[in-house]
């Protein structure tokens, strides 16, 4: 997830980066649909009705 490139390193931005990545993991492996984590990110970031299936799992 290209985890070097970000530059929140102060404060709690880390912590709550890292609290939101795992939320967004947790409905991805909650998703019945077959296929990689990265497949349905990249699915999610291309197709807004699947999106909106994902945020409906959350």
């Given at each position: ?27 991805m492996?909650?998703?019945?649909t ?25």
């Amino acid at each position: 997830m290209n985890e070097d490139q970000d530059r929140s390193r102060l404060g709690n931005g880390p912590n709550n980066l890292a609290v939101l990545r795992h939320m967004a993991i947790n409905v991805m492996q909650k998703d019945p649909t077959k296929g990689s984590l990265r497949g349905k990110f990249k699915r999610a970031a291309w197709d807004d009705t699947y999106l909106a299936q994902l945020l409906a799992l959350f």
